[in-house]
Each structure stands twice: as structure tokens, then as C-alpha cells.
């Protein structure tokens, strides 16, 4: 049974942009031997990252993230099982949103500043969507 998890979290005090690369050169290998796929935003200050595939792989990987200490405050969004994968081509694809329009951003929020804490789960999916889209979300590795 697929599913599609999407959370945000906040960034730990020292993390960099060097972290951020190693992360998802990391990620990508282990998400593509256990079947996930899915991205991630990143603003500087948060993490925004839609997950999807098999239940428990996604959920074992879920708690993994939000027991990892380079993440703070750390909120599910939205959980669902699908019938299929949006992001099938990506073991972790990346957006950087501080080089993105930001009247993509303010689409879906009241403001150009990406804060996944104050808009529904479903438009920050909507905000994905329009990424895949616009070919806005790039493998790393």
C-alpha cells in the first residue's frame, strides 16, 4: 500500500547549506533501496517534504526525521494512501526556494516567505504540484 506523507520542520541552529548536500546525498541511495521517492524544500529556515511508498518504510523513515536533532518542531501536514506516486522520478528531489518566483510562493500563502506552519496541508501539496510542473524540483545526485 502506497502513501504520501508531507511534514515541515524547522532548521536547527548551524545547519548549512554543506549539511543540506550531504543529507540528500545520502538520502537518495537509502530512499531508492526502500522504495521512497518524494522532495524537499528548503527556505534557510524550514523543511518542507512530501514522502511517498510503502507505509512502513515511510513511517519508520518519518520517525527517524523527527527524532533527528538538526530538525526542530517538527509537524505531520498531511497523510494519506494513494493509488500512485506525483513524485515517481525523484528518490529525493530538491527545490531551493530562495531562487524560485515568489508569486509561486504567495499562490498558495499570505505571504512570499515559504511558512508551511500557517497554510493547509493540501496547498502546500498544491505548491508541489505546480514544482513538478514547472520542473522546479532537480535530483542532487
Known sequence: MLVRLLYVSRVAPGFDRDELVAILRRSQPH?????????????GEVF????EGGRGAVNRLYNRIA??????????L??????ERRFAGWTMGQVDLERLNPALVLKYSETARL???????????????????????????
Open 78 to 83: 498531511s497523510y494519506a494512501e494513494v493509488p
Open 31 to 43: 530512499n531508492a533501496a526502500q522504495g521512497i521517492t518524494g522532495a524537499l524544500c528548503f527556505s
Open 115 to 141: 511558512d508551511p506552519y500557517s497554510v493547509s496541508g493540501p496547498a502546500s501539496l498544491a505548491l508541489f504540484d505546480e514544482l513538478v510542473a514547472t520542473a522546479a524540483i532537480v535530483g542532487l545526485c
Open 67 to 76: 527524532a533527528d536533532p538538526r530538525h526542530r518542531d517538527v509537524e505531520l
Open 48 to 51: 518542507l517534504q512530501v514522502l
